[in-house]
Nanobody, 119 residues
Framework: QVQLVESGGGLVQAGGSLRLSCAAS????????MGWYRQAPGKERELVAA???????NYADSVKGRFTISRDNAKNTVYLQMNSLMPEDTAVYYC?????????????WGQGTQVTVSS
């Protein structure tokens, strides 16, 4: 009912920047929080950053001060500005949207976009 499409991943050198975008479509009226997760090979998927409907954000400790999450509600799009990238940031980044319907929560995921940071 909600489709998420990520873009903006790629290859960047350490210290560089990338901006990820995630466009939501479908039943977007249900969306409350949106966020970005990442998964590196052999590791669990982890929360990178999230933003709720009121604009309140939270970040993983590893990215605080370097990454910024934002939303454009008119475009149903969430962004992740990534600065000062490090090789440890290399992962597949997934967009997430949380929907609330009849007081039940549903989560939707994008297909993932690869971010590779070289040293």
């Amino acid at each position: 009912q909600v489709q998420l499409v990520e873009s903006g991943g790629g290859l960047v050198q350490a210290g560089g920047s990338l901006r990820l975008s995630c466009a939501a479509s479908g039943d977007t009226i249900c969306i409350s929080a949106m966020g970005w997760y990442r998964q590196a090979p052999g590791k669990e998927r982890e929360l990178v950053a999230a933003i709720d409907s009121g604009g309140v954000t939270n970040y993983a400790d590893s990215v605080k001060g370097r990454f910024t999450i934002s939303r454009d509600n008119a475009k149903n799009t969430v962004y992740l500005q990534m600065n000062s990238l490090m090789p440890e940031d290399t992962a597949v980044y997934y967009c997430n949207a949380e929907c609330v319907r009849s007081d039940f929560e549903y989560n939707y995921w994008g297909q993932g976009t690869q971010v590779t940071v070289s040293s």
